[in-house]
């Protein structure tokens, strides 16, 4: 399985974009990408999910560059309720027990 | 509404004691989770079912185990809580058809062992 790395924390304020990005080196060829994001005391909710280059949805953009060692969850003009842990995922699309939840990314969006 | 449901929301239990979490889906979906989630840390699988009358380990299985005996419901047993397992436990369900690594993930039971 790829290991991701991602920033423990950050943050931002309100109308700002966001960006928070991911590293898997090791990312195999048939590996998808995947993000999450988890409220205080809830479960984690999907948000997206991509192969390569751009994907893009009604709540963010995932931009994977050629090599995909890297990704970019984009979450355009932030409120203050996209304050939530974000985790990033490298799995096969069709072995979905594989999802490894690392400790993701604690997002603040000040006023 | 359709979703994920767990039960209960909160368990307090002594040591030793036997143990079942509740998680029922009404989205037909064919492959079932269970997560558990310790203080400031990611979700760790515990077991997980593919499709009805099958189950497999996930990272941390021991100590638990699970059934699947139709579609819509996910039973994890605890047979002798230890304190190790207190925990929030969360369900979840894919289409592993569809999208797999697309999961529904239930509200969570938080579970405290004494």
């Known amino acids: 399985l790829a290991k991701t790395t991602q920033p423990i924390s950050m943050d931002s304020y309100e109308g700002q974009e966001v960006n928070i990005t991911c590293s898997h080196n090791n990312i195999a060829t048939n590996d998808y990408i995947t993000w999450y994001q988890q409220f205080p005391s809830q479960g984690p909710r999907f948000i997206i999910q991509g192969y390569k280059t751009k994907v893009t949805n009604e709540v963010a953009s995932l931009f994977i560059p050629a090599d995909r060692k890297s990704s970019t969850l984009s979450l355009p003009r932030v409120s203050l309720s996209d304050t939530a842990v974000y985790y990033c995922?490298?799995?096969?699309?069709?072995?979905?027990?594989?999802?490894?939840f690392g400790q993701g990314t604690r997002l603040t969006i000040n006023p | 509404i359709a979703g994920i449901t767990q039960a209960p929301t909160s368990q307090i239990l002594a040591a030793g004691r036997r143990m079942t979490l509740r998680c029922t889906q009404d989205?037909?979906?064919?492959?079932m989770y269970w997560y558990r989630q310790d203080l400031g840390l990611g979700l760790r699988l515990i077991h997980y079912s593919n499709t009805a009358g099958t189950t497999g380990k996930g990272e941390v299985p021991d100590g638990y185990s699970v059934s699947r005996a139709n579609t819509d419901d996910f039973p994890l047993t605890l047979a002798s809580a230890v304190p190790s397992q207190t925990s929030v436990y969360f369900c979840?369900?894919?289409?592993?058809?569809?999208?797999?690594?697309?999961?529904?993930f239930g509200p969570g039971t938080r579970l405290t062992v004494l």
């Open positions: 995922l490298v799995s096969k699309k069709t072995v979905a027990q594989k999802l490894v």
């Open positions: 979840a369900s894919s289409d592993s058809s569809l999208a797999p690594n697309e999961q529904f």
């Open positions: 989205m037909r979906h064919n492959a």
